[in-house]
């Protein structure tokens, strides 16, 4: 019987990484090869989504947070410098994948192009 000072404790509020010991994705390592960051990033942001699912984290602001944070330092530096990042977690993420996505070298694309332009001809 509980003392009536006593709180009983309400295990359904313990969150899942508190039972587990849920360690949260390394930090994404954003200076690293530049061919490989686009899927490098998608790969990490799904880690990401994942530990939040299982660390029961809903709360639009915590994820934001949790995002910025858990992504390390040099993320958190290239998310400064981005325009029109809003304060919720959804925006923040749109624009670190807007960064993180490929960029089209337009000299090779038009290379690629020409080439296969040649090959056509010469049929």
Not at 29 to 43: I, M, T, V
Not at 47 to 71: P, S
């Amino acid at each position: 019987m509980l003392n009536p000072n006593e709180e009983e404790v309400n295990t359904e509020e313990i969150s899942m990484a508190t039972i587990l010991d849920l360690k949260p994705p390394p930090p994404f390592d954003a200076e690293g090869d530049n061919s490989s960051l686009a899927q490098r990033w998608k790969e990490w942001r799904e880690r990401f989504n994942m530990y939040t699912v299982a660390a029961n984290i809903k709360d639009d602001a915590q994820k934001r947070a949790m995002l910025l944070y858990v992504a390390g330092p040099s993320v958190h530096k290239i998310f400064k410098t981005l325009q029109d990042t809003g304060t919720d977690f959804k925006t923040a993420l749109e624009k670190l994948d807007e960064y993180f996505q490929p960029q089209k070298n337009v000299i090779y694309e038009a290379m690629c192009l020409n080439r296969h332009i040649q090959r056509l001809e010469n049929r």
